[in-house]
């Protein structure tokens, strides 16, 4: 074989939190931690990662704190010392207030978002688009492919923007594919080439703490709605 061409992306969505209490009232989501399994699932990630002896050129985050706590646990498992670099623009799909979704359009501002080949003017919770959120995440992806700095690079961000970038990945073209799952602290492995089309997309939505993912056959979405209801009294 030639020398290596590909570089390799590992892309994480952060761990489980907790977005609703008890009542179904939400927490302000950019200030959410990592709750019990969402720990778990982060330090079963970094395991991962110690067994086959990867090391990170560089972790990225979104900034929020999620994405922090999820990264810290990773490069404690792997024993790496990384500067975390924070990119707002990889945040999390903005929705809006909750409180104005009138009862009768609450599942598709909860779930259309994620629904198959999902239109660019399609919204999430009431807020900002699908294509709005393309705007800012595929020239990030761009940006970083241009730096020919690293080889093996880390990125830990949330479910709506990692579809975005796996349907990149897998189409080279501007979709959203939203039934791409992105179970809570999973990792997906992209290698990228020289050309701007050559993606090859190796592994996708591999959760450690549970490999084939039997729990459950609800989607994230599908459960944050059930646990809203309860506000509304539903």
Sequence with gaps: MTAQQRRRIYLMRHGSVTYFDDQGKPFLPEMVPLNELGRAQASAAGKVFAQEDLRFDRVIISGLPRTVETATRVLAETGQQIELERWPELV??????LSAIPDES?????????????????????????GELMDRVHPCIDRLREDKSWDTVLLVLHGGVNRA???YALTNQRIFLGNLAQTAGCINAIDVGENHADWVVRVVNYSPISTLQGESRHTTMEVLLEQYLKSRGS
């Design 165 to 167: 970038i796996l349907s």
């Design 92 to 97: 999390e799909l903005r929705g809006g207030k």
């Design 106 to 130: 609450l599942k598709e501002a909860f779930v259309g978002a994620f629904d198959g080949v999902v239109p660019e003017d399609r919204q999430f919770l009431g807020g900002e688009s699908v």
